[in-house]
């Protein structure tokens, strides 16, 4: 499984691996913000929480095809299915690897962003402790989207369309934990719920996963 991941992580931060394409597209839509809404401080510091994992979320979606496809298309992936590596394993591995190359520098990029959009300073720890909570979630549940369309000609849409509703419920406590953080309230209800999605699709995705590729491999 450490052989796997280090390989995934290899071919992520080749020319053309996929590495960055999500922090980019990140900063590029924060960064457009102001300029679409305007100078407005009070008004950037509201919508900030709801916007800036709006804009994960969207930069998550962006890689979630290459999770398998690329395996599938060359022949990798049915070697790794016969391979004494349980598929279950396989699936966390690649899930892994793309958090490390995607979630993880989009929570660590996001307290400077947030500064940008005029969020209160003792906010950025608990954007950044969100995020990196929450996006653990988005990878895996991607990656069961992922199981599922792979081999499908053109199934980046189909991919999108299937993961976006379940992104929901880590969407909204992800932003819920902010948004009371910057309000003085205490947040730790939204982050304990928050981790607790986690470790459920932790639990359950690289099972299911695993079950989507069985099927769409015979």
């Avoid at 958090?99 to 300073?121: D, E, H, M």
Wanted: charge should be neutral; proline fraction near 6%; hydrophobic fraction near 60%.
């Amino acid at each position: 499984m450490g052989a796997l991941l280090i390989r995934d992580l290899r071919l992520a931060f080749r020319a053309g691996g996929g590495f960055g394409l999500g922090l980019a597209f990140f900063l590029i839509v924060l960064m457009l913000v102001p300029f679409g809404i305007g100078p407005e401080s009070g008004l950037l510091g509201r919508i900030a929480p709801g916007f800036l994992w709006i804009a994960a979320l969207l930069a998550t979606l962006l890689s979630l095809d290459r999770i398998f496809q690329l395996d599938y298309e060359d022949g990798t992936l049915d070697l790794l299915a016969t391979s004494p590596l349980p598929l279950e394993s396989i699936v966390l591995a690649k899930s892994i690897a793309h958090w490390l190359t995607t979630g993880l520098p989009l929570s660590l990029a996001a307290p400077l962003l947030g500064l940008l959009l005029n969020l209160p300073l003792q906010t950025l720890p608990m954007l950044a402790a969100s995020l990196l909570i929450g996006t653990p979630a988005l990878s895996l549940l991607g990656a069961f989207g992922a199981a599922l369309t792979v081999g499908l000609r053109r199934g980046g849409l189909l991919l999108s369309l299937l993961v976006l509703p379940l992104y929901i419920p880590t969407l909204i406590l992800g932003a819920r934990v902010v948004v009371q953080t910057a309000s003085g309230l205490e947040a730790n209800t939204p982050l304990v719920f928050l981790s607790a999605l986690s470790l459920f699709t932790l639990a359950l995705i690289p099972f299911a996963a695993a079950a989507a590729l069985r099927v769409n491999l015979r």
